[in-house]
């Protein structure tokens, strides 16, 4: 397959219709990209099946882009999964699609979905996350990482292999400075200040969209009913689950503390209260709306209209553009925060894992990341009420460095941008001389 425009492939960004965080994650990538290069043939692969079209929205415009199935299946016989990917690469191809569109790109991006490049999720879900990557390299293709977290890594045997895909990428981007020491120590002196570089989540670009119709008309009514501050809050339906408290080694009930913020900043006569569900699992471990409802109605005998939660159809853009108009924004799930931050919305996060630190240090906020592992409920809830009543002065702070980091995400994709069209034009040179 041969193209006259340049073309792109991205991976790692499964499950992005319910994930909101790894939905801000694509639709900014897209964005970007297209922004870029309005006429590049981009294909996401998604855990779908076969071949189909698919949308991205460019300063709210829709912009075709294609889809495409890739999965680690057992499903051998499925030109979807990444084995019989594999083979057919064996083979010459075989015509499997999804290889076929992998030849085509002139670079493949692959985000990892932000931080799952890591074995502390599993094997299964290691290879997940590394079968594309081999295929791409495997290919001869330009291997993009864009900003993400690297490891951390139990077994030795799996950060060698992580060290030898990054190290073979043609560039590998770090999302703020804490995951940059990670990656410098993953490559040690394999590491290229070339290639190997410290940049920005990419989210931090995505574009707000106001919600449709009768959802805008809901939320603006309700913005506009009051002129006191109003705070948002996305509540993990993880986190506050028994298993998810296990799973994580978490000393602080996050379930509690959020409703015992809550009730606190409820007390003040006139806050109210927004709660923005962000991963939609139809009530499976990890589904925010049903621990946003329970929240809610634990609050709502007390302070009725003045609670509400979102409404659960919004995308990651339209999510933005509600998180965009709180005063003050305390989240579970780190890409709800970001949307906050990247609003140059003051923002605090109780957080589960070293991730969240090292973003929010991105822009001298990592003093308003409460970690749920080693702080107790009470410690947890004076932080973030701590966050809340400096608000303004951090305000201030992130009217400073939330441009600066937006305009080394524009950077960082104009260079990105650049290495695709370079590639493409030596390519379209070699065909013309063939």
């Known amino acids: 397959m041969t193209t006259t425009t340049l073309s792109a492939c991205l991976f790692g960004v499964p499950g992005s219709g319910n994930n909101l965080g790894v939905g801000a994650l694509r639709a900014a990538t897209l964005a970007g990209l297209l922004s870029r290069e309005p006429q590049a043939r981009v294909t996401v692969f998604d855990d779908g099946w076969g071949q189909r079209p698919g949308r991205a929205y460019v300063s709210g415009r829709p912009v075709a882009i294609s889809l495409a199935g890739a999965r680690h299946s057992r499903r051998y016989h499925r030109p979807e999964s990444y084995v019989n990917m594999r083979v057919c690469a064996a083979l010459g191809g075989l015509g499997n699609a999804g290889l076929a569109r992998i030849d085509a790109a002139d670079m493949v991006l692959d985000v990892s979905g932000g931080d799952s490049f890591s074995d502390i999720y599993g094997e299964h879900r290691f290879r997940s996350v590394a079968w594309p ?10 291997l993009v990482l864009l900003p993400q977290t690297y490891g951390p ?8 292999e992580a060290a030898a895909l990054t190290r073979d990428a043609a560039m590998a981007w770090a999302r703020d400075p804490e995951s940059f020491h990670a990656l410098a120590e993953l490559l040690g002196p394999d590491l290229d200040p070339q290639r190997h570089r410290e940049g920005v989540d990419v989210a931090f670009a995505l574009e707000p969209r106001e919600p449709d119709g009768p959802a805008y008309e809901r939320l603006a009514r309700w913005f506009a009913a009051a002129p006191g501050p109003v705070v948002g809050i996305n509540i993990s339906g ?34 109210r209260l927004i709660i923005v569900p962000h991963v ?11 621990a946003s409802q329970r929240l809610r109605e634990a609050l709502a005998a007390r302070h009725g209209d003045r609670v509400m939660v979102a409404p659960t159809d919004l995308d990651q853009h339209q999510a933005k553009w509600v998180i965009a108009r709180t005063s003050w924004f305390c989240g579970m799930r780190m890409h709800a925060t970001i949307a906050a931050l990247s609003s140059a919305v003051p923002a605090a996060n109780i957080a589960y894992s070293l991730k969240a630190r090292g973003v929010f240090a991105s822009v ?3 003093r308003h990341v409460a970690d749920a592992r080693r702080l107790g409920d009470d410690e947890l809830l004076e932080t973030l009420w701590s966050s809340w009543t400096t608000r303004a002065e951090t305000a201030v702070e ?3 460095r939330v441009p600066v980091a937006i305009r080394r995400a524009a ?6 941008v650049a290495l695709g069209r370079a590639e493409h034009a030596g390519r379209t040179t070699a065909r013309a001389h063939y």
């Open 238 to 271: 993880l986190m506050v689950r028994a298993e998810g408290m296990a799973r994580f080694g978490l000393a602080g009930d996050g379930g509690q503390v959020a409703l015992r913020l809550c009730q606190r900043l409820l007390d003040e006569p006139d806050t």
């Open 153 to 160: 890594f139990r077994s030795e045997r799996l950060r060698a």
């Open 398 to 400: 992130l009217a400073e």
């Open 280 to 290: 939609r699992s139809q009530d499976g471990p990890d589904d925010d709306v049903a």
């Open 133 to 142: 990557k081999r295929l791409t390299l495997l290919r001869g293709r330009p």
């Open 364 to 366: 001298g906020q990592q």
């Open 411 to 416: 950077g960082q994709m104009d260079e990105i």
